[in-house]
């Protein structure tokens, strides 16, 4: 070497060259299970609420206990090493304690997402040979409706059902909530025959046998779709998780003593990650809201001086639509994030010029366990997915070629890092098809489209993978597809995007009707919709056609349909 080349700096990557300077570049990841957490969390904080929820708190000390008792049960119904227990049900205390409890009894949850009806929770019993359900009352009928549909071998071995009551140990306080949401939370439904009440479970006593959960376990299977076929289960380990819990403390500047608001579901991996893994990791204390009401939000934030709180941006933009918003004090907040849809600049605007907050964007897939990009606090920029985080070498290539993309140019983004899942669950051929080796690392391909810029931000532009984004809920149009041809009057059916001023997309249905069910309408088609799929799926717009344009080959050409639609909105 050269004196002139010794003097010569290594050029900074882009991706580096504003790395927050309060941040390490990596982390040192624990090499514990996510039990571990819980426990160091109990021990150190024993008194402090882990949870407040409809004004009842949980201690950590009470959770820690909680868990193990429900940990004992699980393992008297079978449940052993890697055995899978699906969690459904909204948000509330016993959707965290369960979870330990799963993963305290060596096991792996199948978070699933209680919009889901019947006809779609079978898929989540069959596929992940699922042993047990943990489900609120108000959705035994779909786990048992579901159950009765499949033949002996396959159902399930035990049901264990929490109502949202078991939670108050006292009058609840149900302050500024809607009386539909007060009345669901005090339901108490009868239970099936054969069904184990929480509260029994947990009165029973039972210690498990000893915790042998290992970093590289399974711990989580989350569901996605994709372009065809059922969902697909995302196989993450406890490192793959604690790679997230542990870094979104970091780079939220979190601690023991902020308070988080818990609002993003938690069957999904964003609201797992920030209501139910990282505030355990940190000793946080989360406000429970089962369901998203602005009014509930702008309350609980200013009651309860929330620092943190990982939203979708219609959420704000909703609470900015509220009478009062201009009342609530959210002097407390101190950091604001989010993702799944585009910050618009007018609010984003309004946030900072009313209350002083920027709205740091992130971006992540199940599959990442959720970020694996995000805005620097203190350096955001509006409708960007952000730079890598902690470990994570990210480019954009060429989806054909796999070159890496100079700035500016547009290709598909892929990613590499510790929290990245370890492949499809008993579906080799999509997890080949999902990583791509480059420079000796393996490169999950995320299927959007996107740019950096020179600074090492990163923009999303385009979808690769056929998916519609309602309001941070990703719908997959093969499976909603799916679940239309099974209405009497849909001989083919082809789902796409269409633009919503709200939700940003919607799901619009072409639909082709069968012979001699010519008076069905679209009206009809929605209601049965609602009954079968869950909310969030259900077509808001159907539009009845004499035939859908295909190929040769005879494969429906949607990207046709879909550019008609982009057409017809400009």
């Given amino acids: 070497m050269t004196s002139a080349e010794a003097r010569t700096p290594t050029p900074i990557s882009p991706q580096r060259s504003h790395w927050p300077r309060r941040l390490p570049r990596e982390l040192a990841i624990p090499r514990t299970s996510l039990w571990f957490n819980l426990e160091v969390a109990a021990a150190r904080y024993p008194d402090k609420a882990m949870t407040h929820y409809c004004g009842q708190a949980l201690s950590y000390a009470e959770a820690r206990e909680q868990a193990l008792a429900l940990a004992g049960w699980l393992q008297t119904q079978g449940v052993g090493p890697g055995d899978r227990v699906a969690l459904f049900m909204q948000n509330c205390p016993q959707f965290v304690v369960a979870f330990y409890a799963v993963n305290r009894a060596n096991a792996v949850v199948v978070p699933v997402n209680p919009m889901n009806k019947a006809d779609e929770f079978g898929h989540y019993i069959t596929d992940p040979e699922t042993k047990v359900v943990i489900c609120s009352a108000d959705l035994v009928g779909v786990v048992d409706a579901a159950n009765a549909a499949l033949p002996p071998e396959r159902r399930i071995r035990a049901l264990l059902v929490a109502r949202y009551a078991d939670a108050f140990d006292r009058t609840p306080d149900f302050s500024g909530m809607s009386d539909a949401m007060r009345t669901w939370l005090q339901a108490e439904p009868a239970l099936p025959a054969g069904a184990t009440a929480w509260s029994a479970a947990l009165q029973a006593g039972l210690h498990p046998s000893a915790h042998t959960a290992q970093a590289d376990d399974l711990a989580l299977l989350p569901y996605t779709s994709g372009t065809t076929g059922l969902p697909k289960g995302c196989m993450h380990t406890n490192a793959t998780l604690m790679a997230n819990a542990c870094g979104g403390g970091q780079w939220a500047a979190a601690s023991a003593e902020s308070v988080g608001l818990a609002v993003v579901p938690m069957f999904h991996i964003t609201g797992l990650l920030y209501g139910v893994l990282g505030p355990v990791y940190q000793g946080m204390t989360m406000i429970l809201m089962p369901r998203w009401d602005r009014e509930l939000a702008g309350r609980l934030i200013s009651q309860h001086q929330v620092t943190h709180w990982t939203c979708i941006p219609t959420m704000i933009i909703d609470l900015f639509g509220s009478p009062n918003y201009q009342s609530f004090d959210l002097s407390s907040l101190r950091y604001l994030s989010g ?232």
Wanted: proline share 6%; net charge negative.
């Fill in 339 to 570: 993702g799944g849809a585009a910050m618009p600049a007018a609010v984003a605007e309004r946030l900072q010029q009313e209350f002083g907050l920027t709205f740091a964007e992130g971006y992540g897939l199940t599959e990442t366990a959720a970020p694996s990009h995000a805005n620097p606090p203190e350096r955001a920029k509006l409708q960007c997915l952000g730079i890598p985080i902690f470990g994570v070498d990210s480019r954009v290539v060429d989806p054909d070629t796999f070159k890496e993309l100079p700035p500016g140019e547009v290709g598909e983004i892929v990613t590499h890092g510790p929290m990245v899942f370890k492949g499809y669950w008993r579906a080799p051929d999509a997890t080949r098809a999902a990583f791509v080796e480059i420079d000796g690392k393996s490169f999950f391909r995320t299927g959007d489209l996107g740019r950096m810029d020179e600074e090492g931000y990163f923009f999303i532009t385009d979808r690769l993978k056929r998916m519609i984004n309602a309001s941070g809920y990703k719908v997959w149009p093969s499976e909603v597809e799916l679940l239309l041809y099974k209405h009497p009057a849909v001989q083919e059916a082809c789902i796409i995007a269409a633009r919503d001023e709200y939700r940003g997309e919607t799901v619009k249905a072409v639909v082709v009707k069968r012979a001699g069910m010519e008076t069905t309408t679209a009206e009809d088609i929605i209601a049965w919709s609602r009954e079968h799929m869950a909310a969030y799926k259900v077509p808001r717009i159907v539009e009845f056609v004499s035939s859908l344009p295909k190929s040769g080959a005879g494969k429906v050409m949607w990207r046709q349909l879909q550019e008609r639609e982009q057409q017809a909105a400009r």
